[in-house]
């Protein structure tokens, strides 16, 4: 089966600008959690959505949000990126969620945000 | 707040040897994930581990798992080169919160 598509693969863009990064979750998974990862501060969490309800938040400032749709493809969006933003944005894709029941969860490819 | 620490952080080998990564977190966890980075890569789920005294293999890996220690291992067997890799232990918390709490990684080389 399909694994977990997150697009684009790669991004440049500017300080001030905005992104939007979508991921594609495993049919039939409702859950997608986003982290963010850099050599600095490793992998963190940022949020997870289930049933287009943002269940968990981590801590990251509110310029970091995101959606879910009903198909359970998931947007993150980063407003105003800063230098500090320049990461791996990786998604993850569950039946229910790890923190609700699931025992597994597969990762997508990931999205590497470059700020200038 | 859950916290994951792996050791040792980086390992350089040889082919043929035996080495274990070592996780411990900070408090009562229900599950603990391996995962496998490659560089550039995406994760790979390696294992996930339910209950205390757990153990799963899958060819030269070999993961445990002690609840009330709070620790986890991965042990390598007779390391191959293809095991190269980032190796990263992952906990969640339970009762909804906060996703997977990972841990620092643990950058492996093994050379032939």
């Known amino acids: 089966k399909a694994g977990v598509t997150q697009t684009p693969r790669y991004l440049i863009k500017t300080r001030g600008q905005q992104v939007t990064l979508s991921c594609s979750p495993i049919?039939?998974?409702?859950?997608v959690s986003w982290y963010q990862q850099t050599p600095g501060q490793g992998l963190q969490f940022l949020f997870e959505?289930?049933?287009?309800?943002?269940?968990n938040k981590g801590n990251f400032p509110g310029r970091f949000s995101g959606r879910q749709f009903s198909n359970s493809r998931s947007e993150m969006n980063v407003s105003t990126l800063e230098l500090g933003d320049s990461a791996l944005y990786l998604c993850?894709?569950?039946?229910?969620?790890?923190?609700?029941?699931?025992?597994?969860?597969?990762f997508g490819q990931g999205t590497r945000l470059t700020v200038v | 707040e859950l916290k994951v620490e792996q050791n040792p952080l980086f390992l350089s080998m040889q082919e043929g040897k035996n080495y274990t990564i070592y996780c411990n977190y900070s408090?009562?966890?229900?599950?603990l994930y391996w995962y496998r980075q490659d560089p550039g890569k995406s994760l790979e789920s390696l294992f996930v581990?339910?209950?205390?005294?757990a153990v799963k293999q899958e060819g030269r890996l070999m993961a445990s798992l002690d609840t009330k220690a709070r620790l986890s291992t991965l042990h390598i067997t007779a390391a191959v080169h293809d095991l190269s890799a980032t190796y990263f232990c992952?906990?969640?918390?339970?009762?909804?919160?906060?996703?997977?709490?990972f841990g620092k990684g643990t950058h492996l080389i093994i050379q032939p």
């Open positions: 993850a894709s569950s039946v229910s969620g790890t923190e609700f029941g699931s025992t597994e969860a597969f």
């Open positions: 581990l339910l209950s205390n005294g």
């Open positions: 992952a906990v969640t918390s339970g009762g909804g919160a906060d996703g997977l709490t």
């Open positions: 959505y289930f049933s287009e309800t943002q269940r």
């Open positions: 408090t009562t966890s229900d599950r």
């Open positions: 049919s039939g998974h409702r859950s």
